[in-house]
């Protein structure tokens, strides 16, 4: 296998390890979804970093594929976007008292307030001498951000009051659903309810705001009637599924990361040779062991034990425990000298857009039982991210590692993954 076959990769030079992020795949996600959720418009969630694909890159793809809104939890987070010359419209929800509320101010980032946040949006936007822009947050039923139904009277009316003195407009009021991944659960029902009843009250106080929103990816998909006027889509944009019982294909999504490296190492064993720390694995026959140098300290789920990585055309699970920096394949078949010389710098790929049958995030998901959204967010910053676009053979884009810091590393793609 050459880099040229490597999902997501053609004719580049990649580092030793690499997640690969294509972003023509991120704008194919955004045109999917934005076509669903109209004439709602489409917030593309980049928190954590872009879901670890890298925030600065993928808000660009977004908004360049029709997304209208950006979102992030923490005001530092939207701050950074700001600071790479990022002027669409963008809210950031999640705050603790320290929280930069007049830096957020004064650069134009809409905040959330759930409710003991607005006496600080308020003195900031004093001390500023600027409006504040504000959703305010209902809890329905989630259970964590978010004013409680028996305070958001209060809430409301206090937030009217700051807005009649000039320091602050209600841009929004949201919440957040909890089961919608689940579309067989009457709990989505029961937020939606609670949801229009906190809007009726909101508008009857005078709150006239110009985004409602509520509906997550999987409630892009399946709750039309949570689209209100914008859909905060997160795991979507990256081309992953929320649902278990759906992956990315029936969805009419294309996974974005491809998490590559190369073999490190491939002997013959004999059987019975124990394999990684504390031996549990143990080989049935004479065999070939490949070292695969990704570990946890890459963000590969120590407890993974199992997962699949695509190699020389193959799928193989993960033998033995996981280490910091690397693991164990066992290829199944005793090669020969020349044959495992050849595979020592061959691409190994965890996991990619599945185009010729290999690993989806997915799978990495249920070896490590977790879900794909954290798959791709843990990977860490010593894994330079490359990117490249698929749609714009020939035309090379920016890469760099996890967090915006610059690598050598440029890469086109050719052909159409949309």
């Not at 997160?234 to 029936?250: A, K, M, N, V």
């Not at 026959?285 to 193959?314: E, F, K, S």
């Amino acid at each position: 296998m050459s880099p040229e076959d490597t999902p997501g990769v053609h004719a580049v030079s990649l580092p030793e390890r690499a997640a690969v992020v294509d972003l023509a795949a991120i704008r194919h996600n955004v045109r999917r979804i934005a076509g669903i959720a109209a004439p709602a418009k489409v917030m593309a969630v980049v928190k954590a970093d872009g879901y670890g694909h890298g925030a600065v890159q993928v808000a660009r793809a977004a908004l360049d594929a029709g997304a209208s809104w950006l979102g992030t939890a923490h005001v530092s987070e939207a701050l950074a976007l700001r600071a790479a010359g990022i002027e669409a419209p963008l809210l950031a929800w999640l705050h603790t008292p320290d929280t930069d509320f007049a830096a957020a101010i004064e650069a134009g980032i809409d905040l959330g307030c759930s409710g003991w946040e607005l006496e600080h949006i308020v003195a900031a936007a004093r001390q500023v001498e600027r409006p504040a822009r504000v959703h305010l947050k209902v809890d329905t039923g989630l259970g964590r951000n978010g004013s409680t139904v028996e305070s958001w009277d209060r809430l409301v009316g206090e937030a009217v009051e700051h807005q009649d003195e000039g320091l602050l407009r209600v841009v929004g009021i949201f919440s957040h659903l909890a089961v919608a991944d689940e579309p067989h659960r009457e709990e989505t029902d029961q937020q939606l309810d609670v949801f229009r009843e906190a809007l009726a009250l909101a508008e009857d106080a005078g709150i006239d705001p110009e985004v409602r929103h509520i509906a997550n990816t999987p409630a892009a998909f399946t709750r039309p009637d949570a689209h209100f006027d914008l859909v905060r889509v997160g795991i979507g944009i990256y081309g992953l599924s929320p649902f278990t019982d759906q992956r990315s294909p029936e969805l009419g999504l294309i996974p974005a990361m491809t998490l590559l490296t190369r073999v490190a190492n491939c002997k013959a064993v004999p059987a019975d040779q124990g394999v990684s720390y504390g031996l549990n694995y143990r080989t049935d026959d004479p065999t070939t062991l490949a070292l695969i140098p990704l570990g946890y300290a890459d963000g590969v789920p120590r407890v993974a034990t199992g997962g699949p990585v695509r190699l020389g055309g193959a799928t193989y699970p993960v033998v033995g425990r996981i280490a910091m920096d690397q693991m164990v394949l066992d290829l199944g078949t005793r090669l020969s000298e020349e044959e495992r010389a050849a595979l020592v710098g061959e691409p190994a790929v965890l996991f990619g857009d599945g185009h010729d049958g290999g690993p989806l995030a997915d799978d990495w998901a249920s070896a490590a039982g977790t879900i794909n959204y954290e798959i791709v967010t843990r990977i860490s910053s010593r894994v330079p991210r490359v990117y490249v676009d698929s749609e714009a053979a020939g035309e090379a884009v920016d890469s760099g590692a996890a967090g915006g810091g610059a690598t050598d590393n440029e890469a086109t793609d050719g052909g159409d993954a949309a």
